[in-house]
């Protein structure tokens, strides 16, 4: 599987758009990218994933460069609730059973 | 509702003593996985089952040990020999050949040696 790059933390004020990315310029053809918030001491909860279109959920924007080898997490208007370490994984759709999970972003939300 | 159950949230142990911890989902996925997060890491993948009676070797498999019997159960036994077990360990599972490949996690067990 291939492995992903993120910035250990970054700020968003209240309200406000986080942009979260995450470098992944050895993905294979066949693995998607997702990505995974854990909120402290609990387990991680799934957000979004995407193949090579933009994706759009009620959590979550994911926007993924032409070449695949980027990617960024919008969520359109942070809350303090959305403290939390943000991982951005890749994995095939079948198969994937050794998805490695780096140390992700912590973001803080700050009011 | 759906979703996996670990048992239990909180574990003391003394030095020397195997512990059991609990994964139980209904998901009727085919495939599961125990994972070990320390203080500010990302997780590491201890060991895989994709169907039952069968499991794998995960990155960190040393010092664990896991069982599956049952589609809907697949316990980790974190022995003497796991040097420095304290920590917080996560269960997943997943469909394995499912459209969506997400893996759902349970809440956590987090563990400490005394």
């Known amino acids: 599987d291939a492995k992903t790059t993120q910035p250990p933390s970054m700020d968003c004020a209240e309200g406000r758009a986080a942009n979260l990315p995450c470098n992944h310029s050895?993905?294979?053809?066949?693995?998607?990218v997702y990505w995974y918030r854990q909120i402290h001491s609990q387990g991680p909860q799934y957000i979004i994933h995407g193949l090579k279109n933009n994706e759009t959920n009620e959590m979550a924007s994911l926007i993924i460069t032409e070449d695949r080898k980027s990617s960024t997490l919008i969520l359109p208007h942070a809350t303090l609730r959305d403290t939390a370490v943000y991982y951005c994984?890749?994995?095939?759709?079948?198969?994937?059973?050794?998805?490695?999970f780096g140390a992700g972003t912590r973001l803080f939300v700050k009011a | 509702d759906g979703g996996i159950t670990q048992s239990p949230k909180y574990l003391f142990r003394k030095e020397g003593q195997n512990v059991t911890l609990s994964c139980e989902q209904n998901l009727n996925h085919d495939a599961m996985y125990w994972y070990r997060q320390d203080p500010g890491q990302g997780l590491r993948l201890i060991y895989y089952s994709q169907i039952v009676n069968d499991f794998q070797k995960g990155d960190i498999a040393e010092g664990y040990s896991v069982s599956r019997e049952k589609k809907e159960s697949f316990p980790l036994t974190v022995t003497s020999a796991q040097k420095n077990p304290t920590a917080f360990y996560l269960c997943?599972?997943?469909?394995?050949?499912?459209?969506?490949?997400?893996?759902?996690f349970g809440e956590g067990s987090r563990l400490t040696v005394l």
């Open positions: 997943a599972s997943t469909s394995g050949t499912g459209l969506t490949g997400e893996l759902f």
């Open positions: 994984i890749v994995r095939p759709n079948t198969g994937g059973f050794k998805t490695i």
């Open positions: 050895t993905i294979s053809g066949n693995e998607y």
